[in-house]
């Protein structure tokens, strides 16, 4: 029976399964010390879960950038994390300039909408302009080519926009209107966790009815399944690439200023760590799925959230909170190596998307 065993696994797999299996009585044993010892309350739980949810909404609409290049071109656009980056950066003066005129807090929604419109025109011009400039001449070029330009792209964005908008942090202003809480089901909420959450959820769906429902989706389906086919049947190719690098644009915006609703402060080098971030989220929910780049977002902000708090804290560490990008990124590594598909698959296609 041994001999079977290690016929079936090689010595790799059993150290890997043997790593797997401290990790999880760790989280067991930390997760048990923690509640076990009612340090924190019922609300205060149910608080990290919500700004989880809603931290993952970020997270979930800037991988469905990833996701949708990658289910296109096979390709990790590491460059869309400054994407995200210089529509919010942007609108971040067109937000300062509407508050001192006081049309900012006289109508909120009307200017979170400006805000965002300039967002968006900012993040789509820049995706399509990287898609034609920097990855369409790679387009044929083995794979490790266009990553080498994605990270150069992105390190050239990212000292492009401190040139230009300077290296201090700045702060979005506070609109008055989502200042506070709202009860739901006896939970106390705040408005701008809630808005962010429900927003995210709209995007989605109103991104999955585009892919799904409508003749480009179906256009970017066919191409995600076979361009040369796609051409044959009539269908431009480089113009279906090009509304995909917009669409992944368009989100990465929203998610931007989702962002600023919830953290104020943008920079130049904001796009770094949500992108990494958010890569994760594609890779744990399936790259090139679309609900799986959703659940993924989620799934990841909850355990950023709740991780540190539930298990670290019961394992005893001082700091456990400081810890919580560490947990993310060995998240990566161990759906990397456990489950390189991911929750929901990897393909864009009709059946998978």
């Known amino acids: 029976m041994l001999r079977n065993f290690l016929r079936k696994y090689d010595t790799t797999d059993i150290v890997m399964y043997g790593i797997g299996a401290v990790l999880a009585g760790l989280v067991i044993y930390g997760s048990y010390q923690t509640l076990s010892s009612g340090k924190y309350s019922v609300d205060v739980w149910l608080n990290f879960i919500i700004f989880g949810l809603a931290q993952g909404s970020i997270y979930s609409l800037i991988a469905l950038g990833y996701t949708l290049v990658y289910g296109i071109l096979f390709m990790i656009n590491f460059a869309h994390g400054e994407v995200f980056m210089s529509g919010t950066f942007t609108a971040y003066f067109l937000a300062i300039y509407l508050d001192s005129t006081g049309f900012w807090n006289q109508h909120p929604i ?8 300039l967002a968006m025109v900012v993040s789509v011009t820049i995706a399509v302009v990287l898609e034609r400039i920097a990855y369409r001449p790679l387009r044929g070029a083995p794979r490790l080519v266009p990553l080498i330009t994605a990270i150069g792209a992105s390190f050239f964005l990212q000292y492009t926009f401190r040139g230009l908008y300077g290296s201090g942090i700045k702060t979005y202003p506070d609109v008055d209107a989502l200042k506070g809480t709202w009860d739901i089901f006896g939970f106390e909420i705040l408005k701008t966790q809630a808005v962010v959450i429900v927003a995210a959820v709209f995007l989605m769906i109103g991104l999955r009815f585009y892919v799904q429902r409508t003749k480009a989706g179906r256009a970017m389906r066919a191409v995600a399944e076979d361009k040369e086919a796609a051409a044959l049947m009539g269908i431009n190719v480089d113009r279906v690439i090009v509304n995909t690098f917009a669409l992944g ?4 915006a929203a998610a931007g200023i989702m962002y600023a609703l919830m953290f104020k402060q943008v920079n ?5 760590i949500p992108g990494i971030k958010a890569f994760t989220a594609a890779v744990l929910g399936g790259i090139g799925s679309l609900p799986g780049a959703f659940v993924g977002g989620l799934f990841l902000g909850i355990v950023e959230s709740l991780g540190p708090s539930l298990v670290l804290d019961g394992l ?14 060995l ?19 009709e059946k998978k998307a």
């Open 249 to 252: 644009g368009a989100s990465a």
């Open 331 to 349: 998240m990566l590594v161990l759906v990397l190596i456990f489950r390189p598909s991911g929750i929901m698959g990897e393909n864009l296609s």
């Open 316 to 329: 005893g560490i001082p700091a456990p909170y400081q810890l919580k990008d560490a947990i993310a990124f």
């Open 268 to 272: 130049a080098f904001m796009g770094f």
């Open 110 to 117: 009307i200017s979170i909408l400006l805000v965002y419109a």
